[in-house]
């Protein structure tokens, strides 16, 4: 491949999605019956995107696979073993994704070999590993963003939940108190999402009664109530008060390694990961839960959430510089018609025009394509150099530095 192509992509849709942004994002006249979640660009063989080249529309593991090199660049090619190592996404996220983990390479290898052997199909709904990568990922919110992320310090969640449960007994509270460090996190972790079926109902009743009483004080116990709406007795309704809550504004970001716990809330945001569909669910959802696999994968360190923030380089583009070797995000916002110029030496790269007008142009061919809202690009290695002009603010997904 050796020019700049158009990319088709596929929408995913699960019912925490959205009817609408999607839909009007990508330009259809109509809502869709089912909500619309994900749109992915990239080339995980459950959804790959397509590209058109020389006027045909083909898959892009296709196009990758018929030569490495000139899409992904020679040493990515050889990093990556001729795939594409990231996934990019838009997330629009109406009601809250499951409470989740996402495992190592090492976990996942393992898994997705023990599921195999088994024979469990790939597309069954107790399939926990559906390919053998990991998948650390990135997300920088479009609009407010409302998500939780990795445990929050003991003496945080005593003094949360010690307000809800003012006149009902916890015992896995207590192991808590008795042990306020990481092994007592596990334990009352484990003690809650293990908790039998009656006891933990009345544990739920409690909360969201107990909870009404101080839903002004902290914004985790107005979430204590939504999610016991949505999803009524499920222990993920405790979440947001043993969990860091967290508000983005649009363009603040987070990364989420691999082992981290964390649920989305609500919001627009893009998403950036190693091209895994890896997940390991322990509640507020419907889909399948295996609570002894999540806690094999879970790390139970209390941290501070901490948001990215980006600082702005005098080529307009703002970069999220995150551990992971797979990917990078960066921010590319253009106005009165600014001119943003790639990089003399890059990967391959991926870019969507969230929002405004511009244009694409080879500068060795001089070729150009026209950017607006909803379209994608990719951008092979073997385009020696290009130029985006316009008043545009553009997404751009590319392979991440060697660690």
Not at 74 to 81: I, M, Q, W
Not at 234 to 245: A, E, K, M, T
Request: net charge neutral; proline share 7%.
């Amino acid at each position: 491949m050796q020019q700049i192509g158009i990319l088709r992509n596929p929408v995913q849709k699960y019912a925490w999605g959205s009817r609408t942004f999607l839909q009007s994002f990508l330009g259809m006249p109509e809502p869709w019956r089912e909500p619309a979640a994900e749109l992915w660009m990239g080339g995980h063989p459950k959804a790959p995107s397509k590209v058109r080249v020389n006027g045909e529309w083909r898959s892009l593991i296709d196009v990758i696979h018929a030569d490495p090199s000139s899409v992904l660049g020679k040493e990515a090619a050889g990093r990556f073993a001729n795939e594409l190592p990231f996934l990019l996404k838009v997330l629009a996220v109406e009601r809250p994704l499951s409470i989740q983990v996402h495992p190592h390479r090492e976990q996942a290898s393992a898994g997705y070999d023990r599921e195999n052997r088994l024979n469990i199909p790939l597309d069954a709904p107790n399939r926990n590993y559906r390919d053998a990568n990991c998948k650390p990922e990135c997300l920088c919110a479009v609009s407010r963003f409302e998500a939780m992320k990795g445990f929050r310090a003991p003496k945080d969640i005593l003094k949360l939940m010690d307000r809800v449960f003012a006149s009902y007994s916890l015992p896995e509270l207590d192991l808590l108190r008795g042990e306020p460090n990481d092994e007592g996190l596990k334990r009352f972790f484990t003690g809650l999402v293990t908790m039998e079926s009656d006891r933990r109902m009345r544990m739920i009743g409690e909360a969201v009664k107990g909870g009404e009483r101080v839903i002004d004080d902290d914004r985790a116990y107005y979430w204590v109530r939504a999610l016991n709406r949505e999803y009524p007795g499920d222990v993920g309704v405790l979440s947001p008060l043993f969990l860091n809550l967290l508000d983005l504004s649009p363009g603040e970001a987070i990364y989420v390694p691999a082992g981290e716990l964390h649920a989305y809330l609500s919001g627009v945001a893009m998403e950036i990961m190693a091209s895994s569909d890896n997940v390991l669910r322990g509640g507020l959802t419907h889909k399948h839960v295996d609570i002894s696999e999540l806690l094999k994968n879970v790390h139970f360190t209390a941290a501070a959430a901490e948001k990215l923030r980006p600082f702005p380089d005098d080529n307009f583009e703002r970069i999220y510089e995150t551990p992971a070797h797979e990917f990078r995000l960066s921010r590319i916002v253009l106005k009165d018609q600014e001119t943003f110029k790639s990089e003399m030496k890059r990967s391959v790269e991926i870019l969507l025009c969230m929002k405004g007008k511009g244009v694409i142009k080879e500068l060795k061919s001089g070729r150009t394509l026209p950017l607006e809202k909803g379209v994608s690009v990719i951008v092979p290695s073997a385009v020696p150099r290009y130029a985006v002009s316009g008043s545009v603010t553009l997404y751009k997904g590319t392979v991440g530095t060697i660690p």
